[in-house]
């Protein structure tokens, strides 16, 4: 991201606090009709994208060249011609009325500016993939066998892409235009308000003084923060630079340091209230209210930290490490006089749990947050700090906006050429109609673009792609959704790219390769869970009261014994025989096969109760 100076960057500046105004009005007087406001929200961003993101790692950093601010101009052509002939777009016949020549023009334009804006800030892999949708639509039907397309003309191409809310415009784009960018928003209130350094105060007060604290630390701030950031990378570098330095010092070594981080980072995405933008999308794919995907997601989430919590655990106290020096952990009495502080993220949850829309919600959170920091002089928000809010939180929005237009592109091509239809029977003849088989398959195509791909792309793609085929082999469509999600989210730890592991990496001197690898074994239930949620609906809180109460049972068991197995230590160093067992129990305790959870369930309660015995 450039650094901008002088009246570039007041341009760039102000421009974002009037985006943030455009959003913040549509959340509290209602938003636009669809295709409006996505548009305004791309007239935004699009042009704004050439002015902070250089062409290459050699174009200049600390000014704007002549030709991205004629790209800049060119990508808002499009928008701005949308917005002004709004109702003559919305009132046309699609496949029947005339594609003119500017219109043809200007969706051209506008597919050859997100595709470059997409290179320069999400990488390759998705401007490969929406080049190739877009190359698919032209070709599609001089393919042979069962990938072979229907024709198309150029001019029903750019009409589908650019003139309907089916392409660029489509879902993934709206949710970026009004649930994404409130958030964001919400975020940058909440840091400019203090809610980021009470969040490490009180992880410090809670798990300052236990054996590994520092590691603890980084488990309970990062899924803190990372409920609001909703990016693993964001996260690392939000809170890594205090914990990872922090670990080394106590004891752990920096590939161990980094990968605590970086699993960590990365499980805020799932973690409630916030979540990251996928989860607002999957919301809106399944045409229910964002608390069900909320609630869903809290049990997942928390059996994560807490195997995370117990690997850490277990690898201190091997260590035979300590917790942090009094002198660094904040008083108890400092950390409840400050729990005003946490008033916004209550009120935003208790108003989605009472059904109000998440951005009504979100609004009044913010609020919430500039009433907080008035009571604090060191982070009260007049009306600098509070542009400064506003600027820091939408410059945000490029990397989730660019993305979710590009992923607009792919899925413009899936619903124009009915590629959908061929895949989802490309998968069935694979799977050989077994369940069990098509859910692997699904898990590594959304890992695969997980690695190339932002969360949000990679789960709006991999949904499109691989969803109707788990619903049409019997799976739960919420259950579906939230399985190509938890994918997505952890391709971030899952090795060969492993980008939150790299980027904690840079901060702990320790190998990508050798953090990736460690993070991957440190959020090893992330790969178990999910295929436990697709057969039992306990786990996301689905089933009724007693079967949800021993999903949860069960996955806290799972979390225990396989988090032992793997670090190989439970009150003494375990056996292999031991660690063999307790693997077996750790995996089998989650299927759904009532009489065998129980044995396992039992099983464990014995071998803890023998060990606790043992070393008593």
């Known amino acids: 991201m450039r650094k901008l100076h002088g009246a570039t960057y007041y341009f760039a500046f102000f421009s974002l606090v009037a985006m943030a105004i455009f959003h913040i009005y549509t959340a509290v007087f209602g938003t636009l009709e669809a295709y409006l406001q996505r548009n305004i929200h791309l007239a935004f961003a699009l042009p704004l994208a050439f002015i902070f993101y250089p062409a290459t790692k050699n174009s200049p950093k600390d000014r704007v060249p002549w030709y991205d601010w004629l790209l800049a101009a060119l990508a808002l052509l499009p928008s701005l011609y949308a917005i002004v002939n709004y109702e003559t777009i919305i009132y046309r016949m699609v496949q029947v009325d005339e594609v003119t020549p500017v219109q043809i023009l200007l969706g051209t334009i506008l597919v050859i500016t997100i595709l470059e804006a997409t290179r320069r800030i999400v990488g390759l892999a998705l401007t490969i993939l929406a080049a190739a949708s877009v190359f698919y639509m032209y070709i599609g039907h001089l393919l042979p066998g069962e990938f072979k397309g229907m024709y198309v003309t150029h001019d029903r191409i750019i009409e589908h892409l650019y003139l309907t809310g089916e392409g660029i415009f489509s879902t993934p784009l709206g949710v970026s235009a009004t649930l994404v960018m409130m958030f964001l928003i919400l975020g940058g209130f909440l840091e400019h308000s203090g809610v980021g350094e009470y969040f490490m105060d009180l992880s410090k007060a809670l798990a300052g003084k236990a054996v590994g604290g520092p590691a603890k630390i980084a488990v309970v701030s990062s899924g803190l923060f990372g409920s609001i950031s909703g990016s693993a990378v964001a996260n690392v570098y939000a809170t890594g630079t205090f914990t990872i330095p922090m670990m080394k010092q106590l004891g752990f070594s920096p590939v161990f340091a980094g990968a605590v981080e970086a699993v960590a980072s990365s499980g805020g995405q799932i973690m409630p209230p916030i979540m990251g933008a996928a989860a607002f999308i999957m919301a809106s794919f399944l045409g229910i209210p964002y608390k069900q995907v909320m609630i869903a997601a809290l049990i997942p989430a928390v059996l994560y930290y807490f195997y ?4 850490v655990h277990a690898r201190a106290v091997k260590l035979g490490l300590r917790g942090l020096p009094d002198e660094m952990i904040p008083s108890v009495k400092y950390v409840l006089k400050k729990l005003y502080v946490l008033a916004p993220i209550v009120v935003l949850v208790i108003m989605i749990m009472r059904g109000y829309t998440p951005m009504r919600s979100a609004l009044t959170a913010l609020i919430v947050s500039w009433l907080v920091s008035l009571l604090d002089k060191r982070y009260r928000m007049g009306p600098k700090r509070i542009l400064n809010a506003l600027f820091d939180g939408s410059k ?5 906006a660019i993305a979710c237009a590009a992923a607009g592109i792919v899925v413009g091509a899936v619903t124009l050429t009915g590629i959908g239809f061929k895949l989802v029977s490309f998968i069935f003849s694979l799977a050989q109609n077994v369940p069990f088989m098509a859910l692997i398959m699904v898990m590594l195509m959304a890992i695969v673009l997980g690695m190339g791909l932002p969360t949000t792309a990679a789960y709006i793609v991999a949904s499109a792609l691989a969803v109707p085929a788990l619903i049409n082999l019997g799976f739960k469509p919420l259950a579906s959704h939230m399985f190509v999600f938890y994918y997505a989210v952890f391709s971030a730890i899952t090795p ?12 702990s001197g320790a190998k990508p390769s050798d953090t990736g690898y460690q993070a991957f074994r440190l959020g090893m239930i992330a790969m178990i869970i999910p295929f436990a949620f697709m057969y039992d609906a306990g786990f996301l809180l ?3 009261w007693l079967n949800n109460l021993l999903a949860i049972v069960a996955g806290l068991v799972s979390a225990m014994a396989l988090s032992y197995a ?17 693997a077996a129990l750790g995996v089998l305790v989650l299927l759904p096969v009532l009489w065998l959870r129980i044995v396992c369930i039992l099983a464990f309660v014995l071998v803890y109760t023998m060990f606790t015995i043992k070393k008593a």
Do not use: H
Request: hydrophobic fraction near 55%.
């Open 566 to 582: 793997i670090e190989g230590y439970f009150k003494t160093r375990l056996t292999l025989a031991m660690r063999s067992l307790l």
């Open 542 to 544: 689905q089933s009724n």
């Open 308 to 311: 995370v919590f117990m690997s």
């Open 396 to 400: 945000n929005i490029f990397v989730v």
């Open 496 to 507: 060969p790219v492993a980008l939150a592991a790299y980027a904690a990496s840079s901060i």
